[in-house]
Structures are given as C-alpha cells and as structure tokens.
Nanobody, 127 residues
Framework: QVQLVESGGGPVQPGGSLRLSCEAS????????IGWFLQAPGKEREGVSF????????????SVKGRFTISRDISRDNYKATVYLQMNNLKPEDTGVYYC????????????????WGQGTQVTVSP
C-alpha cells in the first residue's frame, strides 16, 4: 500500500525559508516520480516541482525556479524514499496547502498525472 506523508509546513515571514519533507513508502517498483503541488486559497491545485526517484532528474514551475530546490534520499532498493522541497525567499503567493504525490510513470507538473496523494501540509507566508 503506497503511503505519502508530508511534514515541515508552518508560518514564515516573506523572504524566509522552509523545508518540506515527503516520506514515500509502499511502491513495489523502483521507478517512480514524486511531485509537490500547491493549492492556494480559492485556486486549483498546481504543480511546483517533481523528481524522479530513480535518477534524480527534476523540474520546476517557472514561479519557483531559483527559489525552490527538490531533492531525495532513497533506500537501497528505491522502494522507500524521502523527498525534500527546500523553499527559500518565500513570498505571500506561496501560501497554501502543499501536497506530495506519487506517479509510477513519468510524472510532470500536472496533478492529473498522479495516482497517490498525501494529506498535505499548510504553509503560510505573511509579515
């Protein structure tokens, strides 16, 4: 059974930093993608970043390039992993619930591509 558990959210001032973590387990294959998504208040869920657990290749939404960094720690067999989202120079528009999600395929920034979802963690950026 695939499980995704996020942590690390909280309140932060503009210009500050947070690191989100996503613990992924239960994948029965060693090639999958973990993505991070933001659901801002009153808006649709949108992709922030994603990373291939197998080879570490990653991509970002234009709005976070240069500010956010995604990385991973993997178990020896790739079946468990922790994916981090280091968020620097945070802005009020980064506020919302951050979800991590898992895709056994190629992933991407579209939330519709992902089959498994965590429960989300709230990030609030305000003075």
């Amino acid at each position: 059974q695939v499980q995704l558990v996020e942590s690390g959210g909280g309140p932060v001032q503009p210009g500050g930093s947070l690191r989100l973590s996503c613990e992924a387990s239960g994948f029965t294959y060693n090639y999958y993608v973990i993505g991070w998504f933001l659901q801002a208040p009153g808006k649709e869920r949108e992709g922030v970043s994603f990373i291939s657990i197998n080879d570490g290749s990653a991509d970002y939404a234009d709005s976070v390039k240069g500010r956010f960094t995604i990385s991973r720690d993997i178990s020896r067999d790739n079946y468990k992993a922790t994916v981090y989202l280091q968020m620097n120079n945070l802005k009020p528009e980064d506020t919302g619930v951050y979800y991590c999600a898992g895709d056994p395929g190629w992933g991407g920034l579209g939330p519709w591509k992902y089959e498994y979802w965590g429960q989300g963690t709230q990030v609030t950026v305000s003075p």
